[in-house]
């Protein structure tokens, strides 16, 4: 199986903080055969997405309320002459603006408003007639303005024809109302012009007959109601009603004021009576009738008393005489206080009962307008219905006069009726054909949308601009999906001499990693991915075969210590190494290669393993360790290179500490797996510990797909020529 070879590296990698300044303005370019591969990439979720889409869209479609069109041709007439008579024009149009013109003419709402006041009676239930059954019981059928349907006109181009389309849901409907609109754009011509013709007069008449016989029924309608509700006129009631509540509630307020005095007064005589306090102190009792004069005599009567009984004894005649008169107004005084009293009381309930009386007849009066308001909308639309008729009524006699006055002018109307509207009994709405155009169109617009938006909102590792672009590193490699290649071969296929799918790519990958390191041996590379599963473990047993196949004496070390997996590829048992070693005291002496715990096992020509020696949880105390770093020292001196498969480094922090000790690093990303901004962010922090990125394996790619995400025209040649040789 040929694959393509790696391209020629940049002379300099850009840095990754400059790739971070220009993110904004890296684009990637795509060919047609780009976006072909996207669309077959995406090809079983744009497809099922446009189908949910476009299916409803049509069944809706397919289900709305048909919809009938009728259609009324008319001609003008080509211009001829001017007609010089009292300020009569000819309305012949003479230029395309003359055409536009009377279109706008048909097209605007003062032309619609005029037919809906032509229509007669029998015409509007024709128009109501497919609303009526969608009504619920009781409810009020729409207004002709509302149920005329939609009516346009247009020209034909290059005619003097005019057509007049109505649409509505019931085809004699439609034909009704396109002639509709040319009758009435006829009295139109004929009103502008001032002069009619005997076809004209007719028509005047016969719409004069229709329009009164309305008029005539709906005054009839509003006199009837005004009986049934004796009503002589609904806004002159109200303003009785109103003007009666008014003085009504004027009334019960001055009753209800001299009431709450009357009870004052009352209240403060039960008062003085149980106090015993003297009743004249009370303005009411004081100045009622001859309270005033007995109280002035007595006051008189009582000086004079006084006066004398310092002169006479009592037995006096004069004392005695003065005495008895003090007496009798003292009488009269009581009566006089009685009186009052009685008087305040009768006035009391008077006044109750007046407010009573008052406030009863404001409620009759309240409910007299209440239900004056209730037949206020009914009466009104009684009344602007025999005022429209009488207004339409008015004013075809108005034109009609007009016509019958100009009738000996020399003038005809310049249009004539080519063909009346017909009613079309099948509905243009839905239309099948233009339903699945649509339904195409959303569905292609669906299928496209969802395949290249998916593309541009996916931010993961797919290609070598990715790598080279965004992320600013050179690309070492692409490396095949090898799911056809067998589990136990799969890590060995760099170290069999065999045209194994695959080795050429692997082979290319260890041909950039020399291109591109600048350090001599011995040294060490570590081999890292962002998570888990990207083949930082097949990457690292093939390169370490590749260049024991070149003739390097390599070692190849598992340091992913929380889950080594190198001795399984290898069909070893994990009972030694490099954690063995460090449990039986990590001695640094001796031959390190025959050091049982260490168990340092040749695998092939070249090639040699050392295992984690079991699993831990906590490996950084182990990698963190000065014997670690001195261990590694001491095997650059027996090993041309070390190849260190460490783990994950957006896992843990492993990888971070080997790196310490590393010369190069590698970094595995797999295709369509970790996203760009964090191979970015990890490749930025690697490259801080001072260690020199050798760049970015592309793990994973099928075959069909190579070619599409590498975007190097070279691939394609490469490819040709290997497929050749094989």
């Given at each position: ?6 391209p020629?590296p ?25 976006y ?11 497809l ?11 069944y ?50 003062s ?130 009603v ?7 509630n ?11 005095n009357?009870e ?47 002169r006479?004894l ?8 003065v ?47 209440v ?32 016509t ?9 109307i ?30 292609l ?13 996916d ?24 799911g ?9 296929l ?8 695959g080795v ?15 350090l ?27 260049f ?14 929380r ?7 290898f ?16 001695n ?17 020509d070249?090639?040699?393993l ?6 831990s ?6 990698l ?45 990303c ?39 995400y ?17």
């Amino acid at each position: 199986m040929a694959l393509p070879l790696m391209p020629e590296p940049p002379a300099s990698a850009p840095a990754v903080g400059a790739a971070d300044d220009r993110d904004e303005h890296l684009i990637e370019r795509h060919t047609l055969r780009d976006y072909y591969v996207m669309i077959r990439e995406r090809l079983w979720i744009a497809l099922p997405a446009a189908v949910l889409v476009a299916l409803p869209l049509g069944y809706y479609q397919m289900h709305v309320t048909p919809m009938f069109e009728s259609r009324a041709t008319m001609q003008f007439e080509r211009p001829d002459k001017i007609v010089m008579v009292d300020q009569v024009m000819d309305q012949t149009p003479r230029s395309e603006i003359d055409i536009n013109t009377y279109l706008q003419r048909l097209n605007s709402a003062s032309l619609r408003a005029k037919v809906v006041e032509s229509l007669t009676p029998a015409e509007v239930k024709v128009l109501q007639r497919p609303y009526l059954q969608d009504l619920p019981p009781g409810a009020v059928p729409p207004s002709p303005a509302a149920v005329l349907g939609t009516v346009y006109a247009e020209s034909v181009h290059g005619s003097l024809i005019i057509l007049i389309t109505a649409r509505h849901r019931d085809p004699e409907a439609a034909a009704l109302v396109a002639n509709r609109f040319y009758e009435q754009f006829v009295n139109y011509l004929m009103a502008k012009s001032g002069g009619s013709n005997e076809e004209a007069v007719a028509f005047l008449q016969r719409r004069a007959l229709e329009l009164q016989k309305e008029y005539e029924e709906k005054e009839h309608r509003l006199q009837e109601y005004k009986k049934a509700h004796n009503l002589i006129s609904l806004d002159d009631s109200l303003n009785i009603v109103t003007d009666r509540l008014k003085s009504v509630n004027a009334a019960r307020t001055t009753a209800h004021l001299d009431r709450l005095n009357l009870e004052v007064y009352f209240n403060q005589v039960q008062s003085f009576r149980q106090e015993g306090r003297d009743l004249l102190e009370i303005s009411y009792v004081a100045n009622h009738g001859t309270i005033p004069g007995l109280k002035a005599k007595l006051a008189e009567a009582t000086q004079t008393q006084s006066v004398l009984s310092e002169r006479y004894l009592e037995r006096h005649p004069r004392m005695i005489e003065v005495a008895q008169t003090i007496k009798l107004l003292r009488d009269q005084m009581k009566d006089a206080l009685d009186l009052a009293i009685a008087d305040l009381t009768a006035s009391l309930d008077k006044a109750r009962q007046s407010e009573r009386s008052l406030e009863a007849e404001y409620a009759r009066q309240e409910q007299e307008q209440v239900r004056l308001d209730d037949l206020k909308v009914e009466y009104h639309a009684l009344e602007d219905q025999a005022a429209v008729a009488k207004n339409a009524y008015t004013q075809v006699l108005d034109s009609l006069n007009k016509t019958t006055t100009a009738k000996g002018l020399d003038y005809h109307i310049p249009v004539s009726l080519l063909d009346r509207a017909t009613p079309g009994f099948k509905p243009y709405s839905p239309n099948a054909v233009r339903v699945v155009r649509t339904g195409v169109l959303v569905g292609l617009a669906v299928f496209f949308g969802v395949a290249f938006g998916l593309n541009l909102v996916d931010d993961r590792i797919k290609s070598a601009w990715d790598v080279e672009s965004f992320i600013g590193a050179p690309l070492l490699g692409i490396i095949p999906d090898l799911g056809g290649v067998r589990d136990e071969d799969r890590h060995q296929l760099a170290i069999k001499v065999k045209a194994t799918p695959g080795v050429e790519a692997f082979l290319s990958v260890y041909s950039a990693v020399k291109i591109q390191s600048k350090l001599d041996y011995p040294k060490i590379i570590l081999v890292t991915s962002t998570i888990p599963g990207e083949g930082k473990t097949l990457i690292s047993c093939n390169l370490a075969g590749a260049f024991a196949r070149h003739g390097r004496n390599t070692l190849l070390v598992d340091c992913d210590l929380r889950r080594p997996m190198l001795h399984r590829h290898f069909g070893l048992a994990n009972d030694a190494g490099l954690l063995a070693w460090a449990e039986a005291g990590a001695n640094l002496q001796g031959d390190l290669l025959a050091n049982p715990q260490l168990g340092v096992t040749k695998i092939a020509d070249s090639l040699f393993l050392l295992r984690s020696g079991g699993h831990s949880k906590t490996p950084t105390e182990f990698l963190e360790n000065p014997v670690f770093g001195q261990f590694l020292e001491q095997m650059k001196r027996r090993f041309d290179l070390i190849v260190i498969d460490s783990p994950p480094v957006a896992a843990v922090s492993d990888s971070l500490l080997i790196a310490e000790h590393s010369d190069e690093l590698i970094y595995v990303c797999r295709f369509n797996r970790a996203y760009r901004k964090h191979v970015r962010q990890f490749v930025r922090m690697l490259r801080d510990s001072n260690n020199v990125l050798l760049g970015i394996v592309l793990n994973g790619l099928s075959p069909r797909r190579i070619e599409y995400y590498t975007n190097y025209r070279y691939y394609r040649s490469y490819k040709k020529y290997y497929g050749t040789q094989a």
